[in-house]
């Protein structure tokens, strides 16, 4: 039995749907299934559920083989640079005064133009955690890069699925 599934059988009754959610959407869908394993170890570690993202790298690792690494680096990258962006972002979208928008963020987000993956699977995995942390204004952004990059709403749609179940199991789950 590997560390998630071992994990998931820790899953109480109460949400045994997100234990068979989770199943179903890190089994199929239009992701490439190393991106879908990003996108939910991203997830957990936005959530800082420790037990849950350990065996989501693994997990990932298993199927990632020598790519792993990379997938690994962008979810961890996006988790930090998205912990910043969403902060501001949302500060600057809900105070909703137009001289907030007029002043440059200066905030250092080279990382972002310079994936280990590719652009687009970068800006799902960006945009997946940007959805977790409720910043309406990085998710129109990254929704936007994705699509411009070549992606569609399926996929969208199915990274944004990953991580809602993710955020279920680290509230169901909660370890901290």
């Known amino acids: 039995m ?3 599934e071992s994990l998931t059988e820790r899953v109480p009754e109460h949400a045994r749907d997100l234990k068979l ?3 179903a959407v890190l089994g199929d869908g239009r992701l490439a299934e190393p991106l879908r394993y990003a996108i939910a170890l991203a997830s957990a ?3 800082r559920h ?3 993202a350990t065996a989501l790298e693994a997990a990932l690792r298993a199927r990632a083989g020598e790519h792993a690494d990379k997938y ?3 979810a961890r990258a996006a988790v930090a640079l998205m912990g910043m962006n969403n902060v ?7 105070i909703g005064k137009d001289s ?3 002043k440059p963020a200066r905030l250092r987000m080279q990382r972002i133009a310079k994936p280990a993956t590719t652009k687009a699977e970068f800006e799902l995995v960006c945009l997946a955690v940007s959805a977790i942390n409720n910043c309406e204004t990085c998710v129109k952004s990254h929704e936007h890069e994705v699509l411009s990059a070549g992606l569609d709403e399926d996929q969208v749609h199915d990274a944004v699925r990953i991580a809602a179940v ?3 199991l680290s509230l169901a789950l909660d370890d901290r």
């Open 50 to 52: 420790g037990s849950l």
């Open 88 to 94: 501001y972002y949302r500060f600057r979208s809900k």
């Open 72 to 74: 690994i680096d962008d």
């Open 21 to 23: 959610n989770l199943g």
């Open 2 to 4: 590997s560390t998630l």
């Open 45 to 47: 570690l936005t959530n």
């Open 166 to 168: 993710i955020n279920g």
């Open 100 to 102: 907030y928008g007029q």
